[in-house]
């Protein structure tokens, strides 16, 4: 097996997005192909304004932690297992399987906190729509009901919230659009419910992924029918009337994380910037201007399979990626890639951490100094760190939804949510549903 060093030992590449062409079309789609055939693979988070943001130099937040007390009918990990699951410092709080949602397949996972109720939720992406669960009892969950999509089933959904709102996108799915759903209808609800959308948006058909910038109110679509399947720009700043307000399209965009910039390029601070995983490459885009975005570097790496998905450490100073394909291409271990952003305008990779598990990565979260990363047949994986510059990446949980087997693939674990102010953690499972998860 290859290890880390060999990537580190690769020539890093900055380049211009104008001067480096995109994955060709028909590899693109020949990559969809073995996606849709294995019935996972290939969308993400996407996102923007969950997590705390600390200020340049400063330590990393501390962890979150677990509120909610585990109560009686909490399955602990003992021995290397919570029941039928293998795990490692992760208790089993509840599962809702993907039936129990009106479902036949989940895929993407979000979560949302009704400040007027202290209720949460987990909003569940599925083949054939959205559906809501009531977590706030961890060891009881309640399906409230579904949204369904707004037109065919789709393998991939993306929800992201903005001010009590959840935005739905899907890919391959027909005039899907941007659904709009007010969270606070889940109040009164009567289970199991179904829901329609507040509006729709229908400036796009369909959308690979979804990213929001909490501070800000913009939305940004990716993997569009428009805008050259870059970022379509929308102003959420009303949460139920969104209006399209600019494009980057120099190049194709799988999946973002916008901010306001508060790292230590002080030539860009407070500025907003969208940190793109471009399938062959990583861009950082000045949006701050959503009329005329500005590319500011273009970043590749030795054995890139696809740059899939990745988040920025609260400090803005450090960005981890999961490169989907590098697993099954070059006979690696799980890996994440870590790289320095303190020059936005020629980021630098630092090292790769490799795992002792062989599964294919797919989506993390950074909460605190704490990776939450949800990879397919392995499950979730919780990684902590120091100071990334000093290469201290190291796992100190993890929970495998997917028994099955740990092998490079597409099935298992889809995403992650590891924000909720109880300090419960989310995971979604394509098969194997919803899990509710604490660290113990």
Not at 71 to 79: A, D, I, K, L, Y
Not at 295 to 301: G, M, V
Request: net charge negative; proline share 5%.
């Amino acid at each position: 097996m290859r290890h880390g060093a060999h990537l580190e030992s690769a020539m890093l590449f900055n380049f211009s997005s104008q001067t480096h062409p995109n994955l060709k079309p028909d590899l693109t789609i020949a990559f969809c192909v073995i996606w849709i055939t294995l019935a996972g693979g290939c969308s993400s988070g996407g996102g923007g304004g969950s997590g705390s943001t600390v200020t340049a130099g400063t330590s990393p937040p501390p962890p979150v932690t677990p509120v909610s007390p585990l109560g009686s009918q909490t399955v602990r990990c003992e021995n290397g297992m919570a029941g039928e699951y293998a795990c490692s410092g992760v208790a089993l709080r509840s599962r809702v399987s993907v039936e129990e949602m009106e479902g036949s397949r989940s895929n993407d996972i979000w979560g949302w906190v009704d400040a007027q109720t202290d209720r949460e939720y987990a909003l569940m992406g599925m083949s054939n729509g959205t559906a809501f669960v009531d977590i706030t009892d961890p060891e009881s969950p309640q399906v409230i009901g579904l949204l369904p999509t707004q037109a065919g089933t789709s393998y991939w959904r993306d929800i992201k919230v903005y001010r009590d709102h959840a935005y739905v996108v899907a890919d391959n799915a027909g005039a899907h659009g941007l659904q709009v759903f007010d969270l606070t209808r889940l109040r009164d609800a009567v289970p199991p419910e179904t829901f329609m959308p507040d509006i729709v948006y229908v400036d796009f058909e369909y959308a690979h992924n979804l990213a929001i910038n909490e501070d800000t109110g913009y939305a940004y679509a990716v993997g569009s029918d428009t805008c050259g399947h870059g970022l379509h720009i929308i102003d959420i700043r009303t949460p139920n009337n969104p209006l399209f307000a600019g494009c980057h399209s120099t190049v194709r965009t799988h999946d973002t994380q916008c901010v306001v910039y508060r790292g230590p390029d002080a030539g860009h601070r407070d500025r907003e910037i969208c940190v793109s995983s471009n399938e062959d490459h990583i861009e950082v885009v000045d949006v701050t201007l959503k009329s005329a975005p500005v590319t500011l570097s273009s970043t590749a790496y030795g054995e890139l399979g696809f740059v899939h998905q990745g988040w920025l450490t609260e400090d803005h100073r450090f960005f981890f990626l999961g490169d989907e394909f590098d697993e099954i291409s070059f006979g690696v271990p799980t890996r994440t890639l870590v790289f320095d952003l303190t020059d936005l305008d020629s980021p630098r990779y630092v090292y790769t951490h490799e795992a002792a598990t062989a599964s294919t990565d797919h989506n993390l979260y950074v909460a605190g100094n704490r990776v939450f990363q949800a990879n397919y047949s392995s499950g979730l994986r919780i990684l902590e760190f120091d100071d990334p510059a000093n290469r201290d990446l190291v796992e100190i949980a993890w929970f495998d939804t997917y028994p099955e087997d740990n092998a490079e693939g597409f099935e298992g674990a889809w995403s992650v949510y590891p924000y909720l102010p109880s300090g419960v953690i989310i995971v979604s499972d394509q098969t194997n549903g919803l899990f509710v998860l604490s660290l113990q």
